[in-house]
T-cell receptor
Framework: EAAVTQSPRSKVAVTGGKVTLSCHQT?????MYWYRQDTGHGLRLIHY???????EKGDIPDGYKASRPSQENFSLILELASLSQTAVYFC??????????FGPGTRLTVL | EQQVQQSPASLVLQEAENAELQCSFS?????VQWFYQRPGGRLVSLLY???GTKQSGRLTSTTVIKERRSSLHISSSQITDSGTYLC???????????FGGGTRLTVRP
């Protein structure tokens, strides 16, 4: 099965601080995604990328940046973390128009 | 706004009973995927089923594109099947998934 890893697995951040979440895939997939999961909102797409050095906005991009320095790596950056960004963040990868494979998630708590 | 509706929201079964989970879409789609998630766990892909019927072990998914719906049938449920089942669709032919709210399944001995 496809391998998607995330780091850190959990993180506590302070309001206004910078947070970087990392994702690595070994599937040779072109597409990578960042989702957040909240109680009451389910899973929502933040950013995605279909090629290295390019990122696209998803459904809820405000307050987040993304970086895709290589095919294997995709980062999510919170420049000024806020309380409302407390959530579980999932990274996923896929080939084009194909099944998506998810990482284990990162639990972020902003205090 | 593209929407994915799942029903029922929760379901309680006795072990060995069958389950039928439903997913409906507000628009036509060509990509449907079913996932399983334990509390605090990762999403595990169960079936990728853009159309027709697909089976994997005790799981069978049927997607009817023209009716904008998909179902997941779980046969002979086991206690370890307990968890949340999520349906997702791609609404923009760009491999971006929109998720339903999930069905929380509890299987009792």
């Amino acid at each position: 099965e496809a391998a998607v890893t995330q780091s850190p697995r959990s993180k506590v951040a302070v309001t206004g601080g910078k947070v970087t979440l990392s994702c690595h895939q070994t599937n040779n997939h072109d597409y990578m995604y960042w989702y957040r999961q909240d109680t009451g909102h389910g899973l929502r797409l933040i950013h995605y990328s279909y090629v290295a050095d390019s990122t696209e906005k998803g459904d809820i991009p405000d307050g987040y940046k993304a970086s895709r320095p290589s095919q294997e790596n995709f980062s999510l950056i919170l420049e000024l973390a806020s309380l409302s960004q407390t959530a579980v963040y999932f990274c996923a990868s896929s080939a084009r128009y194909a099944e998506q494979f998810f990482g284990p998630g990162t639990r972020l708590t902003v205090l | 706004e593209q929407q994915v509706q799942q029903s029922p929201a929760s379901l309680v079964l006795q072990e060995a009973e069958n389950a039928e989970l439903q997913c409906s879409f507000s628009i036509f789609t060509n990509q449907v995927q079913w996932f399983y998630q334990r509390p605090g766990g990762r999403l595990v892909s169960l079936l990728y089923n853009p159309s027709g019927t697909k089976q994997s072990g005790r799981l069978t998914s049927t997607t009817v594109i023209k009716e904008r719906r998909s179902s997941l049938h779980i046969s002979s449920s086991q206690i370890t099947d307990s968890g949340t089942y999520l349906c997702a669709m791609d609404y923009n032919a760009g491999a971006k998934l929109t998720f339903g709210g999930g069905t929380r399944l509890t299987v009792r001995p």
